[in-house]
């Protein structure tokens, strides 16, 4: 007997107890042969070689290399116009058939005018029999507009069989099948034949009469009358921007500073800075994480995923709403889409571009997310933010270059819409910002910024979780505490807070949306126009901080260092909005504003900066201080003492004395009127020790002469 050799073969069940006469050795077949001794005997022979004696219950019997002779006269030849049957049951042999009984089966080799032959397979006992269907290859049409009907052009699908030998070796086979072995249907009609007219994800089935039963496998298509392209530009007739006509006259003394023979002014104007902000921080950082641009015109790329098991969400009416969330006009949402938000916070210097992509049926377009728990960490997501431009760029021929405004080797921004599972704060399936800290190339741009969110969000009309997270992109912390509830250095009033308002000051100072005027003399009196305006902020540094200028003349301003910023607040535009889902109201009335900002950067060697501008021709540093208080980013956890966990990034000076917290909120109460006056020494308890956190002092003293 011959070595065994499992081969797989589907389809036939083997009848036994039948003989058939015509099959014996003894018989001619197909022929009426005479019984003289005169007659020529033709026969026919098997080459025992030429095939597997033995193969698994199970397998497919392949009898393709199978060699017949016929013999005339002791005269052998090969012959291939024979016939082959099973010679218990008559029935003809089909090659790839599955053996579904173990045994020893004859088979009969017949030619007409010729004695037959036979020779038998030993098929062994096998178990565990399974036979599963599968797409292995998607058509190549994906997408369809409206009144097209569906083309199988590319559809590759297999069955693959399974099952344990007699060897107890696990043995599968998976072969293509042709169009013609199974059906195609689409809302239980032939696929070929319907017409797809609704805007929808529709699922396809395909059946296949297996050995033992029907077996089923499906896939996805869209239909669509959307047409994905590039970066498209916005256009929002309903932006509109109430400038405030009203000011606020500041005096700002010290009588550490003495009066300058050549100079009396005692600021340097807006148009005298250069500002050093969170854009060269994002080009320069040991960390490698690249920020979205802030200014200018800024692609996005945004990706619906459908998570899988809620493929029936696929809808036009969702797209819609997840288009609108990023890029509806402003009158049309109950607060600010992504793109009218920044246009108005920036002064109109941010203009969001971009695309929102088809869905992406994660389950039949993403093979590492084929199942709801490959989204179970934000490992898996930052995985999945990688590979999805890629994705879009061969779905649509998107060239990514122009997702990449600033030439970085990095997509200016990539947002992934999640549609399915209810948000859970303390899974995976919420919302966050993260870097994968990739770089690619001027011509092939990779993922660094990215944005992950429910669509849940957008349903509920809670566009402010998309813009916070956005803010982060654009290189912001959160200014609330990770670990202490109740801690709130800003009270809770700033979208890097509690999603509300407008960004602060300081903050528009990192984006680089503003310049300031930055205060050095001894007595200065400055007239600021509303925070409505462009670089209406003043900075009051430290007592001995001194300002290099680069080759064209101009101040070079650090914006990360230790200062205090000042402006004046008016209760317009975007921070007339309150926010009910945080249940904070926004500050009504007019005052001034000030925050004390420490945000020096760490070196290499885990120590804080002693003069920050040290920094600015650097390319290992970090960001430390935060609001977060304790936890992963504590300022102790970078080696830095415990004492400066009490460091805030940016902290919100109360006008009316108290701290700031989740309990004593923002209020007017906290600006500063007319007539008030502000010195660190008058407000120590919302400083460390009564001086800065750098422990140099700042002896500024800011009269609020008139407002309104």
């Known amino acids: ?127 565990g029999f399974k036979q599963v269907l599968s797409v292995t290859s998607l058509p190549t049409k994906a997408t369809y507009k409206l009144g097209e009907t569906f083309d199988a052009s590319g559809l590759v699908v297999s069955l693959t069989n399974s099952y344990t030998n007699s060897d107890n070796k696990k043995c599968t086979t998976k072969t293509a099948l042709g169009s013609s072995d199974y059906t195609i249907t689409i809302d239980d009609s032939k696929a070929s034949t319907i017409v797809l007219n609704e805007e929808k994800v529709y699922p396809v089935n395909i059946f296949y009469t297996g050995t033992k039963d029907t ?82 015109e800024v692609p996005l790329l945004i990706v619906p995923v ?151 969000f957008i349903k509920n009309k809670e566009y402010y979780t998309m813009i916070h997270e956005t803010g982060h992109m654009l290189g912001l912390e959160d200014y609330y505490s990770y670990s202490y509830s109740g801690y709130s250095p800003l009270g809770k009033i700033d979208m890097m807070d509690n999603n509300i308002g407008d960004h602060n000051p300081y903050s528009k100072l990192l984006y680089g949306w503003i310049n300031p005027y930055i205060v050095y003399g001894n007595n200065v009196t400055l007239t600021l126009t509303s925070c409505q305006q462009k670089n209406a902020v003043i900075v009051i540094p430290y007592d001995d901080k001194t300002y290099s200028k680069n080759s064209d003349g101009k101040v070079i301003f650090n914006t990360f260092d230790e200062y205090l910023v000042l402006d004046f607040y008016t209760d317009s535009n975007l921070n007339s909005n309150d926010n009910s889902d945080y249940e904070v109201n926004h500050i009504s009335g007019n005052g001034g504003r000030i925050y004390h900002v420490d945000n020096r950067l760490c070196d290499a060697k885990f120590s804080i900066y002693e003069n920050p501008d040290d920094c600015l021709s650097g390319t290992s540093y970090y960001k430390v201080i935060s609001n977060s208080e304790t936890g992963t980013r504590a300022e102790s956890n970078y080696g830095l003492p415990e004492a400066d966990n009490c460091f805030d990034e940016i902290r919100r000076i109360s006008a009316d004395g108290t701290y700031m917290s989740n309990y004593n909120s923002a209020s007017s109460s906290t600006l500063f009127k007319a007539g008030s006056v502000f010195s660190v020494s008058n407000f120590t308890s919302q400083f460390n020790s009564g001086k800065l956190n750098c422990k140099k002092d700042c002896s500024y003293i800011v009269n609020f002469d008139t407002i309104g």
């Not at 941010?350 to 093979?367: H, N, R, W, Y």
């Open 215 to 296: 077996l089923t496998a499906s896939f996805y298509i869209i239909v669509t009358d959307r047409t994905i392209t590039g970066p498209t530009k916005i256009t929002d007739d309903t932006i509109s921007v109430d400038t405030d006509s009203e000011k606020m006259k500041v005096t700002i003394t010290n009588s550490n500073k003495t009066a300058s023979a050549t100079d009396d002014k005692g600021y340097y104007s807006p148009d005298e800075i250069s500002s050093y902000n969170v854009a060269q921080y994002s080009q320069n950082n040991y960390y490698n994480t690249k920020y979205t641009p802030t200014t200018g």
């Open 306 to 456: 459908i998570i899988p098991g809620y493929e029936s969400m696929a809808t036009s009416k969702i797209w819609n709403n997840i288009y609108s969330s990023f890029f509806g006009k402003s009158t049309d949402q109950d607060f600010e889409s992504v793109h009218s938000y920044y246009y108005k916070s920036s002064y109109k210097q941010l203009d969001f571009t971009g695309t929102v992509t088809d869905f992406c049926i994660a389950k039949q377009e993403l093979s590492d997310f084929s199942t709801e728990s490959d989204f179970s960490t934000s490992d898996k997501t930052t995985k999945l933010a990688a590979i999805l431009p890629t994705w879009a760029k061969n779905r649509y021929g998107l060239n990514l270059s122009d997702y990449d405004s600033n030439n970085d080797g990095c997509l200016d921004g990539v947002w992934i819409i999640y549609v399915g599972p209810n948000t859970n704060s303390s899974t995976n399936y919420w919302a966050y910002t993260y870097w994968t800290q990739n770089t690619g190339t001027v011509q092939d741009p990779v993922t660094n910024s990215f944005g992950w969110a429910s669509y849940n």
């Open 1 to 127: 007997m011959k070595k065994h050799k499992a081969l797989s073969i589907f389809g036939l069940i083997f009848l036994l107890g039948f003989s058939l006469s015509s099959c014996d050795t003894n018989n001619i077949s197909s022929s009426s042969a005479s019984s003289s001794t005169s007659e020529v005997i033709k026969k026919l022979t098997v080459d025992s070689d030429s095939y597997e004696t033995f193969v698994d219950k199970y397998s497919r019997l392949n009898l393709s290399g199978l060699v017949v002779y016929s013999e005339i006269e002791g005269v052998e030849s090969q012959v291939t116009d024979y016939t082959l049957t099973w010679r218990s049951s008559g029935e003809a042999y089909t090659d790839n058939q599955v053996l579904l009984e173990d045994g020893n089966f004859d088979i009969a080799v017949s030619k007409t005018g010729y004695i037959s032959t036979y020779f038998t397979i030993s098929v062994g006992p096998s178990t």
